[in-house]
């Protein structure tokens, strides 16, 4: 699950500046599956898999170049402990974060953790058939409020959980606070303050066979002061429906507001949103596919 705020200090919806705001590695983390995330990082990395095997080698890991390349086209990782620990070292990413994709252990065991969980997996765990999202924003255009339901199906049985996602753009900006879940309830929280990203666990309230469904509602609070000129909502595996609410302040209404559609490996699709008299803008996108999809708005 992947939300991100928006930068103000030049617009990133220019054709240059909104393809490199589209995080695919992002979404990948958020929800899988696992070898589609470790490609993504070995990319975004610019290292060989050569290099990375000699930095697993320093760092105590037995990883050969055959298992590495496994890993990335099957996304089969049957790892110890300190394995994925160590590939996430070499690759930047936040402690836990491709450990929580291989994430099927008892919630309630004490003994795991996102850092060291061993699990292999083929297919994401949820599906989601409705996400919907209400972002407030203060008078001075600063985040205040996500409010997010997502309606989620299981793909196989003994589904226990969900994952939080947040990527923000602004890394002088606190990162916002999880709170406030229902049909679920917070797990563990991890958070990168240097790479703007929090991440999460939703456990369940009973776990998911095959088909069966729930309804997960949560919250983002945010404390920072720089005001926001867009939000956008990853949907790395798509959706059956996605509806993105924004509120404005009474004392801080836009001049414009565009909402846009960006399916990966497409041309963002923009479409102009009227602001009613309850100063409040809407998408509404039926059967997203894989992408980014958001609600952008001029000040001035």
Not at 281 to 288: I, K, Q, S
């Amino acid at each position: 699950m992947a939300a991100a705020s928006g930068r103000s200090e030049r617009d990133p919806f220019s054709d240059k500046d909104f393809s490199n705001s589209v995080d695919p590695l992002a979404g990948a983390l958020a929800d899988g599956p696992f070898g589609r995330a470790l490609d993504l990082a070995i990319q975004r990395s610019e290292l060989t898999l050569e290099h990375i095997q000699r930095e697993l080698t320093a760092r105590g890991s037995r990883l050969d170049l055959t298992t590495l390349s496994d890993w990335r086209c099957s996304g089969v990782a049957p790892a110890g402990d300190g394995e994925i620990a160590a590939l996430e070292s070499v690759l930047g990413l936040p402690p836990g974060s491709l450990g929580a994709l291989l994430a099927d252990e008892d919630p309630a065991d004490p003994r795991t953790d996102l850092a060291m969980l061993r699990r292999r997996t083929r297919q994401p765990r949820l599906e989601r058939l409705l996400v919907q999202e209400n972002y407030h924003l203060g008078p001075d255009f600063a985040h205040r409020l996500l409010r997010v339901r997502e309606v989620v199906r299981a793909k196989r049985d003994g589904v226990t959980r969900g994952f939080v996602y947040y990527h923000g753009e602004r890394l002088d900006q606190p990162l916002p606070t999880l709170h406030d879940t229902a049909g679920c309830r917070i797990g563990r929280v991890r958070t990168d303050p240097t790479a703007g990203i929090l991440l999460a666990e939703l456990l369940l309230e009973r776990p998911l066979a095959e088909g069966e469904t729930a309804v997960l509602d949560y919250e983002l609070t945010f404390t920072g002061d720089a005001p926001a000129d867009h939000h956008e909502r990853r949907l790395p595996m798509g959706a059956k429906d996605y509806l993105l609410q924004v509120h404005f302040d009474p004392a801080a209404v836009p001049a414009d507001c565009l909402g846009y559609l960006r399916p990966d490996g497409e041309p963002a699709n923009e479409q102009q949103l009227w602001i009613g008299q309850y100063h409040t803008a809407h998408l509404v996108v039926p059967d997203p596919v894989a992408g980014n999809y958001g609600i952008r708005w001029i000040t001035g």
